[in-house]
């Protein structure tokens, strides 16, 4: 890889890095994902800054091209992630659920109590 195009790279992987902790300073992140989002920049930086770092791995991996382990890997990421994801979206499905029967069960009370008022 050519020296320029790596400094570009570096570059943009910083000011990802700087993206990333703005975001939690604007409470938009939570810190488990700035962790996740930090390591995966890092590694990027290291892959990077190691010349063959990535060819020695997918081939003492037993991979027979260096592509196949980068979309291993890259699959693998993504369906964790969407696995997360989908466990979060399911616990605020639940707490919705009980909100809104809480919030049901409150206005009944008020209008039992609006028309014991008015008797």
């Known amino acids: 890889m050519q020296l320029s195009l790596k ?3 570096i570059c943009i992987l ?7 902790l703005k975001a939690v300073k604007r409470k938009n ?3 488990g994902y700035l962790i996740f989002w930090s390591i995966t920049g890092i590694i ?3 892959a990077l800054l190691v010349p063959n770092l990535v060819d020695t791995i997918s081939s ?3 991979f027979e091209m260096t592509i196949n382990m980068i979309f291993s890997v890259a699959i693998f990421i993504i369906l964790y992630l969407i696995f997360h ?3 979060l979206i399911s ?3 639940n707490k919705n659920t009980l909100l809104v029967q809480e919030i049901s069960m409150l206005k009944k009370r008020v209008e039992e109590l609006e028309n014991k008022e008015e008797k």
């Open 44 to 46: 990027l930086i290291i």
């Open 29 to 31: 992140m939570r810190i």
């Open 91 to 93: 616990k605020e499905e």
């Open 85 to 87: 994801l989908t466990i």
């Open 14 to 20: 910083i000011i990802y890095l700087f993206c990333i």
């Open 60 to 62: 003492k991996l037993g």
């Open 7 to 9: 400094i570009a790279l």
